[in-house]
């Protein structure tokens, strides 16, 4: 996977910041393997990618619990 197949990937997940509600088990499911192969591969930093992963899936999982990329909550 290369750095613009990530940033296409992240401009999807942004996308979903209007959605309340959790994204359909295919699109969780594509997303994780997109991570899953970037790390694989090499593409993703193999100690923070992981992170990055899980961080990522648990925003898509529940977004109004997480809130919205890129705002850190306090």
């Not at 296409?8 to 499911?29: D, F, G, Q, W």
């Not at 923070?48 to 977004?63: A, Y």
Request: charge should be positive.
């Amino acid at each position: 996977m290369t750095t613009s197949n990530i940033r296409t990937l992240l401009a999807r997940v942004k996308r979903l910041e209007h959605i309340a509600n959790p994204v359909s088990e295919s699109m969780y499911m594509e997303t994780a393997h997109s991570f899953d192969e970037a790390i694989a591969n090499g593409s993703m930093c193999a100690t923070d990618g992981p992170i990055i992963r899980d961080c990522v899936l648990m925003w898509l999982r529940d977004p109004a619990k997480y809130g919205l990329i890129g705002r850190r909550f306090s």
